[in-house]
């Protein structure tokens, strides 16, 4: 990677203490899924300058066009982790990152992506195994005509909301700095606080939205978003329903 040095002088204790550069990978999921079975150590990450197959959840492709940012970081918690809570972790990292480096008001979209003006400018998606990856992409420098037509309207680039051109390495470093200083906590099972930060960051919880879950729409109020009970509405007819990350999509 060009700008590789300031990633390499990072300042941070676990996280990004090992980091691996590659021009171009099918998945950086993947390949750092290679690295921790040989073993690479608790926080390494992979980075890649391009993906040629990067996985979004639900098995969905995930865009990845040159100067944007592609990682994954092998994370190995301690047994009292609640490993669902790491996408919360890549989540709350990226939003305190964008808005200290950009200025932009990055926000949590539930579960797990993050949004600047309601259009999507980062995913991340977490497998867990004997360790977990942490996987995230950030949409930084490409113009919104760049977009493919099914994500056109929900999806865009830091660059396209700066209108000027992003410094990639630095808010890659910023994102790795935020993520140590969160994983200290979450590694020996403290979520307590993430979950505080996730909740705070919501650009869901309050609005009135649309969720899916076996091909059902349910409309209401966001009352409450919670990384383990998921998100709760208050429905029009009465009473509140829960939903989970993996069984319902939010659709507004
Ligand atoms: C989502 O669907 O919102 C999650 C997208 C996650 C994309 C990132 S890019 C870096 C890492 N490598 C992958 O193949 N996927 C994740």
Do not use: H
Request: hydrophobic share 40%.
């Amino acid at each position: 990677m060009k700008d590789a040095t300031v990633l390499e002088n990072l300042n941070t204790s676990v996280v990004g203490r090992d980091m691996r550069f590659f021009d171009s990978v099918k998945s950086t999921n993947e390949t750092a899924r290679q690295l921790a079975d040989e073993g690479a150590s608790d926080g390494t990450v992979v980075v890649a300058e391009m993906q040629t197959a990067g996985l979004g959840r639900y098995g969905r492709n995930w865009f990845s066009p040159p100067d944007s940012i592609f990682m994954t970081v092998i994370l190995r918690p301690n047994e009292k982790t609640p490993v669902q809570t790491a996408c919360a972790m890549g989540t709350v990292a990226v939003c305190d990152a964008v808005r200290a480096k950009t200025q932009l008001r990055a926000e949590i979209m539930w579960p797990n992506d993050v949004v600047v003006n309601d259009r999507k400018i980062c995913g991340v998606l977490a497998e867990a195994s004997s360790c977990v990856l942490l996987g995230i992409g950030v949409n930084v420098n490409f113009t919104r005509s760049k977009l493919p037509a099914e994500i056109k309207k929900t999806a865009t680039s830091l660059s396209a909301e700066m209108r000027k051109k992003v410094d990639r390495a630095g808010l890659m470093a910023k994102i790795l700095q935020e993520l140590d200083a969160l994983y200290s906590t979450w590694s020996v099972g403290n979520t307590d606080l993430l979950e505080e930060e996730w909740r705070s960051l919501s650009a869901t919880l309050g609005n009135q939205v649309i969720v899916t879950e076996n091909n059902l729409s349910y409309e209401g109020r966001a009352v409450d978003v919670s990384i383990t009970n998921g998100l709760v509405l208050d429905l029009p007819e009465g009473g509140t329903r829960a939903f989970l990350p993996d069984e319902a999509s939010l659709i507004r």
